[in-house]
């Protein structure tokens, strides 16, 4: 006889969030059994070989954009624009998600809320002006859960974007402040020296 165990053991076993077994069962893709108290009961060796990712046809283009700064806010519109004509230009239904924040920070909202569509299997295709945008070390690894999860990736631009000196300095110098801070009264005054050097050689790039 199969086991039958509540939602919050269920969305653990499955990978997925209780909020995606809730829309599953609200969209008719999973029915679980009801106790006589009305809650939710899920045979989740039944449910394994059924969750795959919802048809390529029923699943959403997402359009992702990102820099770093707030001074960079009309790069960040001229990316829209660029993904915007790319999406409509192939007929694609679409939404953009954009973020401003550093492409070190993996805790981004946008950038949150995307993966957790790609792997709840809610997106079909993720497009992108460049590469780096969606993240500067291990967008490669967000790429392998794509093709895991059948998701199209397209790359508009696959040469350097012209703003990556400018941005890896940003990012450098937002490891030098954590670095420092975590040697702070801790370490040499050699180290602190260190420090603030290739800071100081961070602004330079950044500003050149």
Same mark, same amino acid.
């Given at each position: 006889?199969?086991?039958?165990?509540?939602?919050?053991?269920?969305?653990k076993?499955?990978?997925?969030s209780?909020?995606t077994?809730?829309?599953?069962?609200a969209a008719?893709r999973?029915a679980?059994?009801?106790?006589?108290?009305?809650?939710?009961r899920?045979?989740?060796?039944?449910l394994l070989?059924?969750?795959?990712?919802?048809?390529?046809?029923h699943r959403k283009t997402?359009?992702y954009?990102?820099?770093s700064?707030?001074?960079?806010?009309?790069?960040? @519109?001229?990316?829209?624009? /660029? !993904? $915007?004509?790319?999406c409509?230009?192939?007929?694609?239904?679409f939404?953009?998600? %954009?973020?401003l924040?550093?492409g070190?920070?993996y805790h981004?909202?946008?950038?949150?809320?995307?993966?957790?569509?790609?792997?709840e299997?809610n997106?079909g295709?993720?497009?992108?002006?460049?590469?780096?945008?969606?993240?500067?070390?291990?967008a490669?690894?967000?790429?392998?859960?794509?093709?895991?999860?059948?998701?199209e990736?397209?790359?508009?631009n696959?040469?350097?974007d012209?703003?990556?000196?400018? @941005?890896?300095?940003?990012? /450098? !110098? $937002?490891?030098?402040?954590v670095f420092?801070?975590k040697?702070?009264?801790?370490? %040499?005054?050699r180290?602190?020296?260190?420090?603030?050097?290739?800071?100081?050689?961070?602004?330079?790039?950044?500003?050149?």
């Amino acid at each position: 006889m199969s086991k039958l165990v509540p939602i919050g053991a269920a969305a653990k076993a499955l990978g997925v969030s209780t909020s995606t077994l809730r829309r599953w069962e609200a969209a008719g893709r999973l029915a679980p059994t009801r106790t006589e108290g009305g809650q939710r009961r899920y045979d989740v060796a039944a449910l394994l070989p059924g969750i795959r990712p919802a048809p390529q046809s029923h699943r959403k283009t997402v359009a992702y954009a990102r820099v770093s700064s707030h001074d960079q806010r009309a790069d960040l @519109e001229r990316q829209k624009q /660029v !993904l $915007e004509l790319h999406c409509a230009s192939h007929g694609w239904t679409f939404e953009v998600v %954009s973020d401003l924040g550093s492409g070190m920070n993996y805790h981004k909202k946008g950038l949150k809320n995307l993966l957790d569509d790609i792997i709840e299997g809610n997106v079909g295709r993720l497009v992108l002006t460049h590469k780096d945008r969606l993240l500067r070390f291990g967008a490669e690894l967000v790429f392998a859960l794509c093709q895991a999860r059948q998701v199209e990736v397209v790359v508009i631009n696959q040469g350097a974007d012209n703003s990556f000196e400018q @941005e890896l300095a940003g990012d /450098v !110098l $937002e490891m030098m402040t954590v670095f420092s801070a975590k040697l702070h009264g801790s370490r %040499s005054h050699r180290n602190q020296k260190l420090i603030d050097s290739m800071r100081k050689a961070a602004r330079e790039a950044q500003c050149s």
